[in-house]
């Protein structure tokens, strides 16, 4: 494991948002959904590719807050640009579970 400095960690901007729409994205080359996330009034409304088939469907999605990196350039995923990273949690058999706040959180707040 690699240590980086508490300054290396304050360059990545988490920050909390909630999925307003989720759709299958079949030219994904894993099984992936397509993501529209409100930051809220700040960074608004911002697009990202997820790995997260495995323990979710696009129904159970909407409404529900996340965390992502915001200040990733932005990554084109078949058809679709990419803009935020959502975070999640790798399991040793390769699904991802969401990292999510434990109680409403005001959209846009970042972790520090």
Same mark, same amino acid.
């Given at each position: 494991?690699?240590?980086?400095d508490?300054?290396?960690?304050?360059?990545?901007?988490?920050?909390?948002?909630?999925?307003i729409k989720?759709?299958?994205?079949?030219?994904?080359r894993?099984?992936?959904?397509?993501?529209? %996330? +409100?930051?809220?009034?700040?960074?608004?409304?911002?697009?990202?590719?997820? /790995? =997260?088939?495995? @323990?979710?469907?696009? *129904?159970?999605? %909407? +409404?529900?807050?996340?965390?992502?990196?915001?200040?990733?350039?932005?990554r /084109? =995923?078949?058809d @679709?640009?990419?803009? *935020?990273?959502?975070?999640?949690?790798?399991?040793?058999?390769?699904?991802?579970?969401?990292?999510?706040?434990?109680?409403d959180?005001?959209?846009?707040?970042?972790?520090?």
């Open positions: 494991m690699d240590l980086i508490y300054s290396d960690f304050e360059k990545v901007q988490i920050c909390v948002g909630k999925i989720a759709e299958d994205f079949p030219k994904a894993k099984p992936a959904y397509k993501l529209w %996330i +409100d930051f809220g009034d700040e960074l608004g409304i911002k697009k990202s590719s997820a /790995q =997260i088939t495995h @323990f979710y469907n696009p *129904v159970d999605l %909407i +409404d529900r807050q996340i965390l992502a990196v915001v200040n990733f350039p932005p /084109q =995923i078949a @679709f640009l990419s803009e *935020v990273l959502v975070l999640g949690v790798v399991l040793p058999s390769q699904e991802v579970a969401l990292i999510q706040p434990d109680r959180i005001p959209l846009g707040l970042r972790v520090l």
